[in-house]
Nanobody
Framework: QVQVAESGGGLAQPGGSLRLSCATSGSFFRIYEMGWYRQPPGKQRELVASIAPGGTTNYADSVKGRFTISRDNLRNTYLQMNSLKPEDTAVYYC???????????WGQGTQVTVSS
């Protein structure tokens, strides 16, 4: 059974940086699409960034130029967040997906708070 676990959240000042990490269990990480989502207080969950097995990335307009998603060849996916804004405050979730295999797994989330 595939599991994912996030780490790296916390408190940052506006203009600061944080790096989130996501570890995916199992032997087929390389073929999964990975995504970072977030849910701000009182709002719906939204896509932040995704990365395909081949490395193609996709970003929400609100984070383009500030956030970078990446993955290694082992089991880890990262979200480097720079120039953080108060509106980036949210619970951030990692998602691993493979439609053909019926895999759609979420982590428990990690809190990111941007405040002075």
């Amino acid at each position: 059974q595939v599991q994912v676990a996030e780490s790296g959240g916390g408190l940052a000042q506006p203009g600061g940086s944080l790096r989130l990490s996501c570890a995916t269990s199992g032997s087929f990480f390389r073929i999964y699409e990975m995504g970072w989502y977030r849910q701000p207080p009182g709002k719906q969950r939204e896509l932040v960034a995704s990365i395909a097995p081949g490395g193609t990335t996709n970003y929400a307009d609100s984070v383009k130029g500030r956030f970078t998603i990446s993955r290694d060849n082992l089991r880890n996916t990262y979200l480097q967040m720079n120039s953080l804004k108060p509106e980036d405050t949210a619970v951030y979730y990692c998602n691993t997906r493979h439609s053909q295999f019926g895999i759609d797994v979420w982590g428990q989330g990690t809190q990111v708070t941007v405040s002075s």
